[in-house]
């Protein structure tokens, strides 16, 4: 068992790992966390997920673009594969902090940005039902409806696929209320959101990370507060 | 900043994309200072110059997220209004120094208003061609004809052509063979004739014509370059270029293809929109060339597969969306002159009709056009909102109406006119089934009250009007229930009382009160009550006589009373034979509904003939006719009844009589009759139904006709007494539903301008002006939908027959519609011009329009392809097309790979914080100094340097300024590799603004829109992302290729031969190659159009080749992600870059 202050180094390892994007580093750290016996959901939350906040906020400062981002979530998958099956044997069923389902709309093949939302959520401890990308509208309808999720995130890259979105949103919320509907991709604007009749915005990947933050901040003060 | 909606409105002045947040309140003048646009204007904003013509462009744009309307501008002022001819005003023309902003608009700012000309930089390069070109000209002398020789003038010509120059199996084009005659006796039997591919003949010359000229065109997404060649010796002969006019409804393809999603009409003002930018393009280089349009005997076209789509008119959608399939891949040959054309020619609005004519002919104004148009869209709800504006009773007319707009449908003239009456049923029993709001009751403004007397369809059109309009209405109904004809005449399997008491539900909802089991005695009575004035509507019941011998007898009955004993739910007996004597359609009911009573033999005589084309014709409408025959009515036509045969006092037949005539020459009803043999009709009850009239029953004074009706005004319904109108049967005789309707609403009308004090007849509205051609060419034929029935055998009691439209076939039949109104209404000018004007070059001539390769590698990319000829090379080569859209080609004669990625208008200025096409004042040469971080820019058509110079007037900064600006910002360690600012950089250049570093290019002393001219780490990231995205495509094709180095690298594209070479190297915008081996070849899209033009065999090669490249959908392939992420780092994050690496600084 490690001491506080070794665990506390361990954490920030971890942390500055995923901040740097060093995957080699990553891996290290999360085996030290192990051999030395820190839990592996604090080293996965307190350190790979903290990092990953660090991140977000360096993009929202203008310091990360996409390249480092998406090398930041390669990174942090690299610890989450040592982390993850730690978790799963030591019996701790993570709760689940909501869920979500994703996907790109129909007639649209641009992932990047739905991907990263996708990790976001995931550090968040979400449970992300992934759809992938060029998803038919009823298929959104059915997911939602087979897994209850609070939440539901379009995306659309382009235009042309953009102006499918207010029928999928209209029968979501015909079928179900109570669902939130959040919407990404370039061309999507606050306005576009407002117009669509749907409930979050995620512009781009940064705001996207923006969101996830926010819900994952949220969800942690919840939790301190418990 | 959608917080600020409330006072900033957002403006966006094309063709520049100059766009931004204007206070609301500010003129479109101030806006385009504070933006950056130049717009004319000379007298100081005072409306004397008339300088600064804008144009609104109205319509969704999706990209900005806008609705830009003129809703959203100041209205026009008197000062404003003299500069413009109404079509101007109609078409959203302004006065900018005028025109105060209110909300979101985009504006067009046209050619003469804009004060600096945009640079096109498409210039032709200088690229030997093989001259073959698809039109050449041959000169012949002709014998002169003769007497003796009566050849005539083709076969005349061709046989010349194949003596002098072996062409045979020659075809001539019909505008040409219009004007042949004319041309050889011009020409005095000396003509020049233009042969295209050999094969056909295209245009005929008087005399020697050894000039020909071509003309190609490439059309980008942002700009269109024309290239009027001479198809004898190969050369430019002239030059032109244009902004695409489309630019200002979206400027990237995926954005113009959203506009024609949601905008209808959107295809069609786009297509129009590059056919007159066309037009403008062949005047241009014919006026530079000082020759006519019309000596363009040849053209070609390349475009991206967007714009392809566009130009030929064909729907974009498909190719916006996954998996992006093109109309068509091969290349095509169209006469120019049917360039675009969908529907039909232009149209030329004459005269004051501008209504379709099912509105003109609905004798209550039904405006089937727009509320089919809402239907198509399946906007049912929204669709009879709009009838009732003019109807209460969809359900009803819907399911009786004669249909008079039917009937002049010009539709019907293509195929079959719209099945309008069936449409208003669907939208009726579309509410009727999914439920109706209770109508709000219409709150009473006026004080006079109207009495209405009968509550048949007259009575209730007329006191529906009135409510509307706020006036006290009351009906006094003598029968136990309202409804009138429409209840007791007619049969519940034609007409269900549910629909007609709902329809009825909805006028009283209204707060008309309905006062049933009251006749009313006098109509002193009602004015002495308070009533204002009264309407009549009290219908024509008493059923018409026979007058003949044994009429009657027990077992004869009147049609009439038949029906109302059945509908109000008596017990009628009848016998076994029914004979039913008269043709319309309260005959046929009588006959029908006598079977549905268990009648097993039921006749039906007439005067009238069973021709229903003739004039002579029965009354009852086709269908209902043929129904009746289904259904087992025999019916016996053209005969007159003359006596009923009786035995016993029993009915046992008719005698009758053959009748040769039953419509005079005067139009009058004056039956003829003949001697001849008759037959004679066995039955034992006969229902007469030959008429009805009113009752004869007298109210006080009031003037009626010798056969017994109402005497009134024919317009205004007035009658001999003061405030009294009336209209229905009880005037017209026994007539259809519609027609009463009609009357109620007139008298209406009548009852508002009597009240009010007016004069009847000069205060009414005028009559609608039907529009007075509708052209039809080009429209595909498509039957009508069906009216779907029950079985004949399944008639029974009172089972509705027709069973009404379906959802889906309610919108297939409305997208029927050929909108014949809207020629003449607001949008008419632009559809017009859309509707096939054409390419104006000589009329025979055809364009030839590129193959395309794959989904958006497009025919511009085949014209660089054929130009560069790769499958001709042994190297690598790595073509690249740099526009909006950039377009990659790798490989050499073994294999051709291509790919396309979404480069963004980045790299053409826009999008960026000072971005700017293009354009004089733009910055397009940048050097930062390593030591001091100083920076010095040029700016287009200026040879120094900005500190060599006075007044350096920079305005903002274009592509090939900001592809230096990067390079030059990392070599002199101001970002990173990874595109970010370095935070200690100690220089007043660099600084931080709006929560992000800039570093100013130029200050606001050295331009000329009064501010510093700054790179922002925002702009960085939208570059990085469009050099990321083709580096990637570049990368992915070498791993697809399995080569790991390029040869050589071609930057085509108009674009690539203004951009320094070594900044796009060390910025990353593709993989390492040797400077000496990177080429800019120039407009080479162009340049492939130029020699489709002139050699034949290019063509070929296009068809060939263009199926040959193997195109690869990069952001499918799985490793697209991480190659796309490291590509975005400046050159790149792991790539070595031994041809660059004394200029790089060391890898750490």
């Given at each position: 068992?490690?001491?506080?202050?070794?665990?506390?180094?361990?954490?920030?390892?971890?942390?500055d790992?995923?901040?740097?994007?060093?995957?080699?580093?990553?891996?290290?750290?999360?085996?030290?966390a192990?051999?030395e016996?820190?839990?592996?959901?604090?080293?996965?939350?307190d350190?790979?997920?903290?990092?990953?906040?660090?991140?977000?906020?360096?993009?929202?400062?203008?310091?990360y673009?996409?390249?480092e981002?998406?090398?930041?979530?390669?990174?942090?998958?690299?610890?989450?594969?040592?982390?993850?099956?730690?978790?799963?044997?030591?019996?701790?069923?993570?709760?689940?902090?909501?869920?979500?389902?994703?996907?790109?709309?129909?007639?649209?093949?641009?992932?990047?940005?739905?991907?990263?939302?996708?990790m976001?959520?995931?550090?968040?401890?979400?449970?992300?039902?992934?759809?992938?990308?060029?998803?038919?509208?009823?298929?959104?309808?059915?997911?939602?409806?087979?897994t209850?999720c609070?939440?539901?995130?379009?995306?659309?890259?382009m235009?042309?696929?953009?102006?499918?979105?207010?029928?999928?949103i209209k029968?979501?919320?015909?079928k179900?209320?109570?669902?939130?509907?959040?919407?990404?991709?370039?061309p999507?604007t606050?306005?576009?959101?407002?117009?669509?009749?749907?409930?979050?915005?995620?512009q781009?990947a940064?705001?996207?990370?923006?969101?996830?933050i926010?819900?994952?901040?949220?969800?942690?003060?919840?939790?301190?507060?418990? | 900043?959608?917080g600020?909606e409330?006072?900033?409105?957002?403006?966006?002045?094309?063709?520049?994309?100059?766009?931004?947040?204007?206070e609301?309140?500010?003129?479109?003048?101030?806006?385009?200072?504070?933006?950056?646009?130049?717009i004319?204007?000379?007298c100081?904003?005072?409306?004397i110059?008339?300088?600064?013509k804008v144009?609104?462009?109205?319509g969704?744009?999706?990209?900005?997220?806008?609705?830009?309307?003129?809703?959203?501008?100041?209205?026009?002022?008197?000062?404003?209004?003299?500069f413009?001819?109404?079509?101007?005003?109609e078409?959203?023309?302004?006065?900018?120094?005028?025109?105060?902003?209110?909300?979101?608009?985009?504006?067009?700012?046209?050619?003469?208003?804009?004060?600096?000309?945009?640079?096109?930089?498409?210039?032709?390069?200088?690229?030997p061609?093989?001259?073959?070109?698809?039109?050449?000209?041959?000169?012949?002398?002709?014998?002169?004809?003769?007497l003796?020789?009566?050849?005539?003038?083709?076969?005349?010509l061709?046989?010349?052509?194949?003596?002098?120059?072996?062409?045979?199996?020659?075809?001539?084009?019909?505008?040409?063979?219009?004007?042949?005659?004319?041309?050889?006796?011009?020409?005095?039997?000396?003509?020049?004739?233009?042969?295209?591919?050999?094969?056909?003949?295209?245009k005929?010359?008087?005399?020697?014509?050894?000039?020909?000229?071509?003309?190609?065109?490439?059309?980008?997404?942002?700009?269109?370059?024309?290239?009027?060649?001479?198809?004898t010796d190969?050369?430019?002969?002239t030059?032109?270029?244009?902004?695409?006019?489309?630019?200002?409804?979206?400027?990237?393809?995926?954005?113009?293809?959203?506009?024609?999603?949601t905008?209808?009409?959107?295809?069609?003002?786009?297509?129009?929109?590059?056919?007159?930018?066309?037009?403008?393009?062949?005047?241009?280089?014919?006026?530079?060339?000082?020759?006519?349009?019309q000596?363009?005997?040849?053209?070609?076209?390349?475009?991206?597969?967007?714009?392809?789509?566009?130009?030929?008119?064909?729907?974009?959608?498909?190719?916006?969306?996954s998996?992006?399939?093109?109309?068509?891949?091969?290349?095509?040959?169209?006469k120019?002159?049917?360039?675009?054309?969908?529907?039909?020619?232009?149209?030329?609005?004459?005269?004051?009709?501008?209504?379709?004519?099912?509105?003109v002919?609905?004798?209550?104004?039904?405006?089937?056009?727009?509320f089919?148009?809402?239907?198509?869209?399946?906007?049912?709800?929204?669709?009879?909102?709009?009838?009732?504006m003019?109807?209460?009773?969809?359900?009803?007319?819907?399911?009786?109406?004669?249909?008079?707009?039917?009937t002049?449908?010009?539709?019907?003239?293509?195929?079959?006119?719209?099945?309008?009456?069936?449409?208003?049923?669907?939208i009726?029993?579309?509410?009727?089934?999914?439920?109706?709001?209770?109508?709000?009751?219409?709150?009473?403004t006026?004080?006079?009250?109207?009495a209405?007397?009968?509550?048949?369809?007259a009575?209730?059109?007329?006191?529906f009007?009135?409510?509307?309009?706020?006036?006290?209405?009351?009906?006094?109904?003598?029968?136990?229930?309202?409804?009138?004809m429409m209840?007791?005449?007619?049969?519940?399997?034609?007409?269900?009382?549910?629909?007609?008491?709902?329809?009825i539900?909805?006028?009283?909802?209204?707060?008309?009160?309905?006062k049933t089991?009251?006749?009313?005695?006098?109509?002193?009575d009602?004015?002495?009550?308070?009533?204002?004035?009264?309407?009549?509507?009290?219908g024509?019941?008493?059923?018409?006589k026979?007058?003949?011998?044994?009429?009657?007898?027990?077992?004869?009955?009147?049609?009439?009373?038949?029906?109302n004993?059945?509908?109000?739910?008596?017990?009628?007996?009848?016998?076994?034979?029914v004979?039913?004597?008269?043709?319309?359609?309260?005959?046929?009911?009588?006959?029908?509904?006598?079977?549905?009573?268990?009648?097993?033999?039921?006749?039906?005589?007439?005067?009238?003939?069973?021709?229903?084309?003739?004039?002579?014709?029965?009354?009852?409408?086709?269908?209902?006719?043929?129904?009746?025959?289904?259904?087992?009515?025999?019916?016996h036509?053209?005969l007159?009844?003359?006596?009923?045969l009786?035995?016993r006092?029993?009915?046992?037949?008719?005698?009758?009589?053959?009748?040769?005539?039953?419509?005079?020459?005067e139009?009058?009803?004056?039956p003829?009759f003949?001697?001849?043999?008759?037959?004679?009709?066995?039955?034992?009850?006969?229902?007469?139904?030959?008429?009805?009239?009113?009752?004869?029953?007298?109210?006080?004074?009031?003037?009626?006709?010798?056969t017994?009706?109402?005497?009134?005004?024919?317009?205004?319904?007035?009658?001999?007494?003061?405030?009294?109108?009336?209209?229905?049967?009880?005037?017209?005789?026994?007539?259809?539903?519609?027609?009463?309707?009609?009357?109620?609403?007139?008298?209406?009308i009548?009852?508002?301008?009597?009240?009010?004090?007016?004069?009847?007849?000069e205060?009414?509205?005028?009559?609608?002006?039907?529009?007075?051609?509708?052209?039809?060419?080009?429209?595909?034929?498509?039957?009508r939908?069906?009216?779907?029935?029950?079985?004949p055998?399944?008639?029974?009691?009172?089972?509705?027959?027709?069973?009404?439209?379906?959802?889906?076939?309610?919108?297939?039949?409305?997208?029927?519609?050929?909108?014949?109104?809207?020629?003449?209404?607001?949008?008419?000018?632009?559809?017009?011009?859309?509707?096939?004007?054409?390419?104006?070059?000589?009329?025979?001539?055809?364009?030839?329009?590129?193959?395309?390769?794959?989904?958006?590698?497009?025919?511009?990319?085949?014209?660089?392809?054929?130009a560069?000829e790769?499958?001709?090379?042994?190297?690598?080569?790595?073509?690249?097309?740099?526009?909006?859209?950039?377009?990659?080609?790798?490989g050499?004669?073994?294999?051709?790979?291509?790919?396309?990625?979404?480069?963004g208008?980045?790299?053409?200025?826009?999008?960026?914080?000072?971005?700017?096409?293009?354009?004089?004042?733009?910055?397009?040469?940048?050097e930062?100094?390593?030591?001091?971080?100083?920076?010095?820019?040029?700016?287009?058509?200026?040879?120094?340097?900005?500190?060599?110079?006075?007044?350096?007037?920079?305005?903002?900064?274009?592509?090939?300024g900001?592809?230096?600006?990067?390079?030059?910002l990392?070599l002199?360690?101001?970002?990173?590799?990874?595109?970010?600012?370095?935070?200690?950089?100690?220089?007043?250049?660099?600084?931080?603004?709006?929560?992000q570093?800039e570093?100013?290019?130029?200050?606001a002393?050295?331009?000329?829109?009064?501010q510093?001219i700054?790179?922002?780490?925002?702009?960085?990231?939208?570059?990085?992302?469009?050099?990321?995205?083709?580096?990637?495509?570049?990368?992915?094709?070498?791993?697809?290729?399995?080569?790991?180095?390029?040869?050589?690298?071609?930057?085509?594209?108009?674009?690539?031969?203004?951009?320094?070479?070594?900044?796009?190297?060390?910025?990353?915008?593709?993989?390492?190659?040797?400077?000496?081996?990177?080429?800019?070849?120039?407009?080479?899209a162009?340049?492939?159009?130029?020699?489709?033009?002139?050699?034949v065999?290019?063509?070929?090669?296009?068809?060939?080749?263009?199926?040959?490249?193997?195109?690869?959908?990069?952001?499918?392939?799985?490793?697209?992600e991480?190659t796309?992420?490291?590509?975005?780092?400046?050159?790149?994050?792991?790539?070595?870059?031994?041809?660059?690496?004394?200029?790089?600084?060391?890898?750490?």
């Amino acid at each position: 068992m490690a001491s506080e202050e070794r665990t506390q180094e361990i954490l920030k390892e971890l942390r500055d790992a995923v901040v740097n994007y060093d995957e080699d580093k990553v891996v290290e750290w999360s085996n030290i966390a192990i051999d030395e016996g820190v839990d592996p959901f604090v080293a996965t939350i307190d350190g790979l997920a903290d990092g990953m906040i660090e991140v977000g906020d360096l993009y929202n400062k203008k310091e990360y673009f996409v390249p480092e981002l998406l090398m930041c979530s390669d990174a942090l998958y690299a610890g989450l594969d040592i982390l993850k099956p730690a978790i799963e044997a030591s019996g701790r069923k993570p709760e689940a902090k909501g869920s979500i389902v994703l996907g790109v709309v129909e007639g649209d093949v641009h992932d990047i940005g739905k991907n990263l939302i996708k990790m976001m959520f995931e550090v968040a401890g979400w449970t992300v039902y992934d759809l992938g990308k060029d998803v038919p509208l009823e298929k959104f309808l059915e997911e939602q409806l087979r897994t209850d999720c609070d939440i539901v995130g379009l995306s659309a890259l382009m235009t042309t696929s953009m102006v499918s979105m207010p029928e999928i949103i209209k029968k979501l919320k015909e079928k179900n209320p109570n669902v939130r509907i959040m919407l990404g991709g370039a061309p999507i604007t606050p306005e576009v959101v407002e117009k669509y009749g749907a409930d979050g915005f995620a512009q781009s990947a940064g705001t996207a990370v923006d969101e996830a933050i926010r819900l994952i901040k949220m969800l942690k003060e919840e939790e301190m507060g418990k | 900043m959608p917080g600020d909606e409330n006072e900033r409105c957002l403006v966006i002045f094309q063709p520049s994309g100059c766009r931004g947040y204007i206070e609301k309140g500010k003129t479109l003048k101030e806006a385009s200072i504070a933006l950056g646009v130049d717009i004319e204007g000379v007298c100081g904003e005072k409306a004397i110059c008339g300088t600064c013509k804008v144009r609104i462009e109205e319509g969704d744009f999706e990209k900005y997220g806008i609705r830009s309307t003129r809703e959203n501008l100041s209205p026009m002022g008197p000062s404003e209004r003299k500069f413009f001819n109404l079509q101007q005003e109609e078409q959203g023309y302004r006065l900018a120094c005028q025109t105060q902003i209110l909300g979101d608009v985009v504006i067009f700012v046209p050619e003469e208003s804009r004060m600096g000309k945009q640079v096109v930089r498409k210039a032709a390069t200088d690229r030997p061609i093989e001259l073959n070109p698809a039109v050449k000209k041959y000169y012949v002398e002709l014998e002169k004809a003769t007497l003796e020789d009566t050849l005539g003038d083709w076969e005349r010509l061709t046989k010349e052509l194949n003596k002098k120059y072996d062409l045979s199996n020659l075809t001539i084009d019909y505008q040409v063979l219009m004007e042949l005659q004319n041309a050889v006796r011009d020409g005095d039997w000396k003509v020049t004739a233009s042969v295209w591919q050999g094969k056909e003949v295209i245009k005929v010359e008087p005399g020697l014509v050894e000039k020909a000229y071509g003309l190609a065109v490439d059309v980008g997404t942002s700009t269109v370059a024309g290239y009027l060649c001479d198809l004898t010796d190969g050369s430019v002969v002239t030059t032109g270029s244009m902004m695409n006019p489309q630019v200002v409804y979206g400027e990237d393809v995926m954005s113009r293809i959203s506009f024609t999603m949601t905008n209808p009409n959107g295809l069609e003002i786009l297509n129009g929109a590059i056919i007159d930018g066309l037009n403008g393009i062949a005047a241009e280089v014919s006026a530079a060339a000082g020759i006519k349009r019309q000596d363009i005997v040849d053209m070609s076209i390349v475009g991206n597969t967007c714009m392809q789509h566009i130009y030929l008119n064909t729907d974009p959608k498909y190719i916006g969306r996954s998996p992006f399939p093109p109309a068509l891949h091969h290349s095509m040959d169209l006469k120019a002159r049917d360039w675009g054309l969908k529907i039909a020619p232009e149209v030329e609005i004459s005269g004051k009709g501008i209504y379709p004519p099912c509105q003109v002919e609905c004798p209550a104004g039904v405006n089937g056009q727009d509320f089919l148009y809402l239907i198509a869209q399946s906007k049912f709800r929204e669709a009879l909102e709009l009838v009732r504006m003019a109807i209460p009773f969809a359900g009803v007319l819907g399911r009786v109406c004669t249909h008079p707009c039917e009937t002049e449908c010009e539709r019907g003239n293509v195929d079959d006119p719209l099945s309008l009456r069936s449409l208003h049923r669907f939208i009726a029993d579309y509410e009727f089934k999914e439920g109706r709001e209770k109508a709000t009751p219409v709150e009473k403004t006026k004080e006079e009250s109207i009495a209405i007397i009968g509550s048949g369809p007259a009575g209730l059109a007329c006191a529906f009007e009135l409510i509307k309009n706020g006036y006290p209405v009351t009906v006094f109904e003598a029968a136990p229930q309202c409804g009138g004809m429409m209840r007791y005449g007619i049969p519940e399997y034609r007409l269900p009382k549910q629909i007609l008491d709902d329809e009825i539900g909805y006028i009283e909802e209204l707060g008309v009160e309905i006062k049933t089991n009251s006749p009313v005695k006098s109509l002193e009575d009602l004015f002495n009550q308070g009533y204002k004035a009264i309407f009549l509507g009290t219908g024509a019941w008493k059923s018409q006589k026979l007058n003949i011998p044994d009429e009657n007898t027990e077992g004869v009955i009147y049609a009439l009373d038949f029906l109302n004993k059945v509908n109000s739910g008596e017990k009628v007996e009848l016998e076994n034979k029914v004979a039913v004597i008269g043709g319309g359609s309260v005959g046929i009911d009588a006959a029908r509904l006598s079977l549905r009573l268990g009648v097993k033999e039921v006749s039906l005589i007439c005067l009238e003939s069973t021709d229903l084309t003739c004039k002579d014709r029965m009354p009852a409408q086709d269908l209902e006719i043929e129904q009746a025959e289904e259904e087992g009515v025999v019916v016996h036509p053209s005969l007159g009844v003359k006596k009923i045969l009786t035995e016993r006092g029993k009915i046992v037949g008719l005698e009758t009589v053959n009748c040769v005539s039953v419509i005079d020459s005067e139009g009058k009803f004056a039956p003829e009759f003949s001697k001849g043999p008759a037959p004679t009709i066995s039955a034992n009850t006969v229902i007469v139904a030959i008429g009805q009239r009113p009752d004869e029953r007298d109210f006080d004074g009031l003037d009626k006709m010798p056969t017994g009706t109402v005497k009134v005004d024919e317009t205004t319904f007035e009658t001999n007494i003061p405030g009294v109108f009336a209209g229905g049967d009880v005037v017209s005789g026994p007539a259809d539903v519609i027609s009463a309707v009609a009357a109620g609403k007139e008298a209406a009308i009548s009852i508002e301008l009597y009240l009010a004090g007016m004069d009847l007849k000069e205060s009414r509205p005028a009559p609608l002006q039907r529009i007075e051609e509708v052209p039809k060419e080009g429209v595909e034929k498509e039957a009508r939908e069906a009216m779907p029935v029950l079985e004949p055998e399944k008639r029974k009691e009172s089972a509705e027959v027709e069973l009404g439209f379906e959802e889906q076939m309610a919108i297939q039949e409305s997208q029927r519609c050929l909108h014949c109104g809207v020629y003449a209404q607001k949008e008419s000018s632009e559809i017009a011009q859309a509707r096939g004007v054409g390419i104006k070059i000589s009329p025979g001539a055809y364009v030839h329009v590129l193959p395309i390769e794959a989904g958006f590698v497009g025919a511009d990319n085949v014209g660089v392809l054929i130009a560069e000829e790769p499958y001709n090379q042994d190297s690598i080569e790595l073509i690249i097309d740099i526009g909006t859209n950039g377009e990659l080609i790798l490989g050499n004669r073994e294999r051709l790979i291509s790919a396309s990625c979404a480069t963004g208008p980045a790299f053409e200025g826009a999008e960026l914080k000072f971005g700017m096409r293009a354009a004089p004042g733009a910055i397009e040469k940048i050097e930062i100094d390593k030591e001091t971080k100083e920076a010095r820019f040029k700016v287009i058509d200026e040879e120094r340097w900005n500190t060599e110079m006075g007044d350096v007037g920079a305005k903002g900064i274009c592509g090939s300024g900001i592809i230096d600006a990067i390079p030059q910002l990392f070599l002199a360690g101001i970002i990173d590799k990874t595109g970010r600012f370095i935070k200690d950089v100690s220089s007043p250049r660099v600084r931080e603004n709006d929560d992000q570093l800039e570093y100013v290019i130029a200050w606001a002393n050295e331009t000329s829109i009064g501010q510093d001219i700054v790179v922002c780490q925002d702009d960085i990231r939208a570059i990085q992302l469009g050099k990321g995205a083709m580096y990637a495509g570049a990368k992915i094709l070498m791993n697809t290729l399995g080569v790991d180095k390029l040869d050589k690298v071609i930057l085509a594209g108009a674009f690539g031969s203004y951009i320094d070479k070594q900044s796009a190297a060390i910025l990353g915008m593709f993989p390492d190659c040797h400077p000496e081996k990177v080429y800019s070849v120039g407009n080479a899209a162009g340049d492939g159009a130029r020699m489709a033009l002139l050699n034949v065999d290019k063509r070929k090669e296009a068809d060939e080749f263009a199926r040959e490249v193997e195109y690869i959908e990069l952001t499918v392939a799985p490793e697209f992600e991480m190659t796309f992420a490291k590509s975005m780092w400046i050159p790149h994050m792991k790539d070595d870059f031994p041809n660059l690496k004394h200029l790089l600084p060391e890898k750490k």
